[in-house]
């Protein structure tokens, strides 16, 4: 992956995690690069979530990262 790619793509994920968390300030957010799983700890602290809560709204935004795979697309024949 190229400079430009990876600089784009992490410019579009960082919006998306100051979308679904907005009290998380940018110096947060910078800290994610490479590590996104310190985002549950920082939205536990931030938000006052439970451990379970924090983990399963990190578990809830991964999720919904992974390309979506349409049924038509999924029972396509070879």
């Known amino acids: 992956m190229n400079t430009d790619k990876a600089a784009t793509e992490w410019n579009e994920l960082k ?5 679904k968390w907005s009290k998380l300030v940018d110096a947060d957010v910078d800290g994610f ?17 439970t451990k379970d809560k924090a983990q399963q709204e990190y578990s809830d935004f991964r999720k ?5 795979v349409s049924s038509v697309e999924a029972v396509k024949p070879v």
């Open 15 to 19: 919006g998306k995690i100051k979308g």
């Open 33 to 49: 690069k490479g590590n996104l799983h310190l985002i549950a700890d920082k939205i536990q602290t931030t938000y006052g979530y």
């Open 64 to 68: 919904s990262l992974e390309p979506k």
